[in-house]
């Protein structure tokens, strides 16, 4: 296939979406790495840090001033929130096309944003012009857009389980559930107490119940779909695994509906979402390492309420893979190209 | 002190329920440990089996009929469903007192029994007298008790987090929700594929969603206390630790309640619950080894959905632990006696 | 590239050894996966048993008697150890190359095999053509084979770990030091309590040291480079990870050497095998995934004692990725074709 | 019992040391716990930063200079290398006692000292007064002690495990190797990135090969009973569990020893030393939250290569546990008084 290599950069390439980010472009057919930029290990070896990387990935991180970042076709935001905003408008001046994995795009009520993530917006007006990306949703959108919220790891797990029942308007939607359990990784490498291994492992524990800054983004998320507001109570947990999401979803039915056959279709077409025969229940090592979200729906008794499970790679679907993706549709690229790495189990 | 020491039999030693029996009662101040069968076993040491009572428990693993349980004043029956069934008729004719760890007097119709648990019930009478000991709800009838159906370990979680919600009358009785987490202990000492380390480590999943043993039983103990019968979800999931559940408890407000208080003053007084200060979030290892429950209750947002945290130590106040308390009651002893452990934090 | 597409079948494809060789031939570009056996579980959609492969593998298993082994190529046996002795000479005849994952065709010697493994040997004339295969070794003699023994994972991290000492004649060989740590996938799918999550999680022992199956393979394998017999101490240990050895080698000096220099150029050119620079600590979740044994070699305080640190994914290197690196070998494929993926780390 | 209650205090409670002292203490028959002193969180109930107190300990975190600590009959530093060398003399100077959990009294060479933990130390004249307090090798000089340098969780399991060898004399005392694997919690309640969840889950690796600070402790503790110097290769591994140590020892024998006898009978009286059968591999949770050391003594093969098990839970006989014991025998209560607990298994 002779197909053009787009030139990439990533900026903040330490934390783990950044080393999911070079684990995936380092094998994509279609995309050279020229750049991986941290201000505080400018000269080291990025596989120096991420030994995985050995052999496969040559580049050093490097100063942001000295990265070129304005010659790449595309540039990924892995950083945290705050810093892609700053930086986003020159590079969009210079013909670079943005994708942010953290949430500067996401929200587009900008003093919601502000409110949740306790700063000053510093460039609102391409809070407008970006595209929230979750391209089961608005795949069109994407292939145009030149600044990519890629949406959060919560978010998509969550929004594509309730996904069919709120288009299909089948059930009361000022009552959605969402109880969410992740991997440790989804707290990021940052050094702190509470994700520590020896606090961490064997142990479970509810957080964020009062307000998580997932609840707003899922909420508008599902209120875009729907065409009106809807009532979302949010319980993230912590669960002691290194990746993957959870979602446990409950809506109570308004009308009867063939659950089964309404998730099939809706994703019918879709490569990463696979809607699991009648009766499963997904787990999450069956998307370590993957771009896929495995859904199953089910009716307990028959009763009025549903339940969909969800399961999704915090770093892939839920990160670096759904960044890929979308840089995938932008540049005309196969969905999957760069992303057919099959699930590690056991 | 110069109390007595009652005798006090074990039959079925092998799994979890039975070596937890063995690390409480061995620490028993009021309690002489004086026979633990297996007839698989019989002949091994305990503590060959389970090296952490090298010099804590001298007892063989020992036959049935050879045991004299029939001596002793209190045997617990740490056995597959269906086992005490087929015994405790004898020993409460010989004025053993029983306490059951496994299910076969818990349900007390006795159809529904059969038709969860696959089998023909063997002791009808018995389910009749049996008092089903969820202290905190039944303390008094435990103290006469001759047959103790000791609660499981969901059913401890999800009773204790729901229960002032229930007895207060003021949620939607017809929907209520029980997202429980639990430790592979839970599934018991069974080699079985599923709860094997490579394939339960760093993976989560939920498991019957379509129905679980667990959930007549929890419906019975809320239906009980409500005075009516309940609606009711319950969708557990098996979280890679070894002890613990988690209950995440979601209920529709039907009327204002100052929560934090309807739960303060409802637990008052008892030992083995701790309902934490608003905006907790109770974490499984604070209760790892110890007898409590620790209970946080939130209103997220001010809406109208109660969303309860209920975290024990499945093994301890989930089985065990609940079973000597429950002891402790009927033979008039402290109720904290011998169950005095800090939990083993980190 | 227009290069041959070869025929593959695995015989017992239910444990890990099988759902990885799935994994790495589904993403082959010079394989085509034509049957997978299980007499168990005949007509089962592997991907129902391991649902990472969803939408990756479409067979299902089937009868051995109706696989059409004998029109593969090649024949990978992923089974329990005696199985494979029994159907080789019958394949072998048919002109199909065998690569066996387990022990059969691994210890020439007959009697000690016979000894370790506790069965008669079926099939002693395939031992003596067969090529115990790490390709670091022996790679000519892989090419041509017909019967491939593939190594066990301990004794692939162990020899690639002790080679260049022993092939430089630099240390006592008398009295090598092999401290073994493995995953808790080594010890295969099979449900025994040992290896349960709750008894395998959070723990940490030793096992087999008065004797261990892959003594004999891997003081063979090192007799084998020194052309004399070795004395080895092997002590392997169960570490609480599913994935992953960590071999720790002691051995004493004779004489100075350079031993950074020795190792680097003893691996030049070697793609799976990795040396660290000087002073690293390599670490299991490195090569998670991937086919790469990396290597870090210390002297320390400057003593007269070597230590080498080797690490490999017991699945992968260690089992099917190893047996994938044969089979591109014997089949003069790239070394590394279907073996580029990229160790995941976190 | 009419025995009297010490008063205790702890310096620096709020790492893993110094909430099990919490743990121990507030369980302990004859010790009254009368400050915890943490300038960082002065005012903070320990129980709201440790929930497993909850209801069990109602002390605050206090200022030092508020606590009253000269008032104590002992106290207890479980605090950074560095701070009880600040704090010992004044303490000492008041009639206190002193238990340090930390290394400044450890190294009898303040020069060596000096060099491992990078510091001038602050109190020499206390260096040469304190007792290196291994209570199965020097209880007698616990007893008057004033100053308890309590031993390294390290050095704690690798001294017990090669003492009878070395007091034996039948083993090659300049080549000792010990291979130890150490739970996360070992590298304490700090807050850094390589000993995250996400790091350290599922992973294995060696660290500190060229030298670790325990390296002289254990060098010196084996001299002082060899009456000679010894020549030891330390390599500290982490191992994917909260609590715990295996050190796997090797030893070359000088001379025919039956060494199953030799440890009985070295150990016979010890109440915290547990010489297991033999052909035993003692594993880490049998002494989980437990004061016991359990160790077994192989020969492989009957090889001139003695290999010794030793496990221990690094927390409590490691630190906080043998600290209590060392305080137990100081103050002539019964060694075990407060450490009764039975490791929770699973």
Redesign the interface.
Known sequence: MAQQRIKAGIVGGTG?TG?ELL?LL??HPHCELRAITSRKEAGMPVAEM???????VDLQFSEPSASALDKCDVVFFATPNGVAMQEARALVSAGVRIVDLAADFRIRDVSVWEQWYRMKHACPELVAEAVYALPEVNRDQVKSARVIANPGCYPTAVQLGFLPLVEAGCVDLD?L?A?A?S???G?G?????H?????????????G???HRHHPEIAQGLAHVAGRPV?L???P?L??????I?A?L?A?LTRPVDLQSLYEKRYAGETFV?V?PA?S??????????N?C?IAV?Q??G?D?V?V?S?IDN?VKGAAGQAVQNMNIMFGFAEDAGL???????
Do not use: C, W
Not at 50 to 56: A, D, Y
Not at 195 to 207: G, T, V
């Open positions: 783990y080393v684990r380092a094998q991420f030994p995985n990387l050995r052999g496969r009552h559930i109880d359990k991997g440790v990784s707290a490498r940052k050094a702190e107490t994700i520590l291994h020896a606090e961490a492992a064997d142990n479970f524990k509810a957080y119940v009062t307000g009532g109570v949010f319980v947990h669960t002691p695994m290194i990746r993957g959870h446990t409950y109570r696979d699991m009766g229940h997904p787990e999450t090592r069956s998307v370590r390492g993957a896929h495995r089910h307990p008794q009763g309420t339940v499970l399961v770093l057919t790495q099959i699930a590690l189990l056991p």
